[in-house]
């Protein structure tokens, strides 16, 4: 499977956005889907992590929770991530990355798309 990851881009502290990844190739629907970030001299971090079909189980990471979700379009084969209440340690490259299994490893990687919070 083939991602594409958009959306990103330059908002203030406060603000939303909202960020789609695409995926091409068949059986989207079973992959679990996951949002990865990072920031400028950090390690890559989970952000959360959607499970596969229809049944929308999520995990979060602590910083996002409560403030980000995560939901998917099968039919458009397409995962989301909405970004509320942003704030500066919220900017990084995010990723959305494919898993065959809900405790699997994550094979398939999207390019990234930059998300920037001005303080």
């Known amino acids: 499977v083939q991602l594409q990851a958009s959306g990103g881009g330059l908002v203030q502290a406060g603000g939303s956005l909202r960020l789609s990844c695409e995926a091409s190739g068949p059986r989207f629907s079973r992959y679990a889907m996951g949002w990865f970030r990072q920031a400028p001299g950090k390690e890559r971090e989970f952000v959360a992590r959607i499970s596969a079909g229809s049944a929308g189980i999520t995990t979060y990471a602590d910083s996002v929770k409560g403030r980000f979700t995560i939901s998917r379009d099968n039919a458009k084969n397409t995962v989301y991530l909405q970004m509320n209440s942003l704030n500066a340690e919220d900017t990084a490259v995010y990723y959305c990355?494919?898993?065959?299994?809900?405790?699997?490893?994550?094979?398939?990687w999207g390019q990234g798309t930059q998300v920037t919070v001005s303080s």
């Open positions: 990355a494919a898993a065959p299994n809900w405790g699997s490893a994550f094979d398939y």
